[in-house]
């Protein structure tokens, strides 16, 4: 308990999964939480907690994150997860697609880092929390062409942001989940003609032999936030159930 006490953290996507469980997670290590996601139906299931605040902020819209910025003087931890996946390959994949999938994937990391960043280096510095994904520039997984290069992106700018703030306090690592249980996962499983062999194939992707948990992602998040990971920076870490290794 308080890991986190006296930070202050903004968290993308934060309605559902991943987000969520690490919004919470900040939440009961002593941070106070300002969660944003565009889905306000589940984000405003948060608000029963002292320690949350939600925001609708779409990871696209620069007048959603300055709407943020303004109501928010300090910021000691940014974590963004905000993305989205099209399950095709490339000739599958229209212009529209490729594009849709690079705006909230990573230009997205790139409009909350310049908001927020320059609070960060105003009170001493921070910790920027980017997730990519184990399917990236790290390994090559099937029908996922707008994605993984996505995250393969997330990877190379978050060390641009450590080796270029470093001097500044900033500190920035990256998250690489394995197969985790989520909504999207959950969608995924249930738009396949059989549900049960489809849950059965992405659990054995992971030699641990399940999925993971947004909680167990939510862990390393609260870590990478801490000052429990003051000499961590530009790093990558991978939380996938033994997928690659
Ligand atoms: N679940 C997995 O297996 C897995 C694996 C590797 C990486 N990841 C990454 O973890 C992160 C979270 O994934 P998840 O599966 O836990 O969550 P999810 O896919 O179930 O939920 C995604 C959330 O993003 C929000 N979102 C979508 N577009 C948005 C936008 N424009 N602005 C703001 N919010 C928006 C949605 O409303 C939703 O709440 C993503 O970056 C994903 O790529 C997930």
């Given at each position: 308990m308080n890991r986190l006490a006296g930070k202050i953290a903004i968290v993308t996507a934060?309605?559902?999964?991943i987000g969520r469980a690490t919004a919470q997670a900040f939440a009961r290590e002593g941070a106070t939480v300002y969660a944003s996601d565009i889905d306000m139906d589940k984000l405003?299931?948060?608000?029963?907690?002292?320690?949350i605040e939600v925001h609708k902020l779409d990871v696209t819209n620069n007048q959603d994150i300055l709407a943020l910025s303004k109501k928010v003087?300090?910021?000691d931890i940014l974590f963004n997860c905000a993305a989205i996946v099209y399950r095709v390959p490339i000739l599958d994949l229209s212009e529209e697609m490729w594009d849709k999938t690079f705006d909230i994937n990573i230009k997205s990391m790139f409009r909350m880092c310049k908001e927020f960043m320059p609070k960060m280096i105003a009170s001493g510095g921070g910790s920027i929390i980017n997730v990519s994904s184990?399917?990236?520039?790290i390994r090559a997984v099937q029908n996922r062409c707008a994605y993984s290069s996505t995250k393969g992106a997330v990877l190379a700018f978050s060390k641009t942001i450590a080796v270029d703030y470093v001097n500044q306090g900033i500190r920035c690592n990256t998250i690489c989940p394995g197969t985790i249980d989520s909504p999207s996962i959950r969608a995924y499983v249930n738009s396949c003609p059989d549900p049960e062999k489809a849950l059965k194939d992405i659990a054995a992707r992971q030699p641990i032999g399940r999925l993971g948990k947004s909680e167990e992602v939510a862990n390393m998040g609260v870590f990478l936030a801490s000052?429990?990971?003051?000499?961590?920076?530009g790093s990558e870490f991978r939380v996938d159930g033994g997928w690659t290794m």
């Open positions: 934060a309605a559902n999964g405003n299931e948060l608000r029963g907690d002292s320690k003087d300090k910021v184990v399917s990236s520039s000052d429990e990971s003051a000499f961590i920076t």
